[in-house]
Nanobody, 123 residues
């Protein structure tokens, strides 16, 4: 089992920045693929970024490339999402997720999910 707790969401004006954090506990060593997803009201959940904690390989959604950066903490128990140049369309609930297998992008199996942190970007 893995427990994931997100933090760092909030309200920001367009063009601003936020840094999301995800604290992982439990069996983190067996769940090496971590990612950020988001879901806006009335829309399906979409992948934002993923990282393989074994080698650091990353995947980004086209909509966030060049603006968002996913990274892991030195203890490999914290996941970050640095979000710059935020746009109103980035407004959503952001979720941290973890799974046992690296690769496959957003279609890979993510077994564990956090409760989410809300991001609101006003224009």
């Amino acid at each position: 089992q893995v427990q994931l707790v997100e933090s760092g969401g909030g309200s920001v004006q367009a063009g601003g920045s936020l840094r999301l954090s995800c604290a992982a506990s439990g069996n983190t060593y067996s769940n090496v693929y971590m990612g950020w997803f988001r879901q806006a009201p009335g829309k399906e959940r979409e992948g934002v970024a993923t990282i393989c904690t074994l080698g650091g390989g990353t995947v980004y959604a086209d909509s966030v490339k060049g603006r968002f950066t996913i990274s892991q903490g030195s203890a490999e128990k914290t996941l970050y999402l640095q979000m710059n140049s935020l746009k109103s369309e980035d407004s959503a609930m952001y979720y941290c997720a973890a799974g046992p297998f690296c690769g496959g992008g957003f279609t890979q199996e993510f077994r564990y999910w956090g409760q989410g942190t809300q991001v609101i970007v006003s224009s």
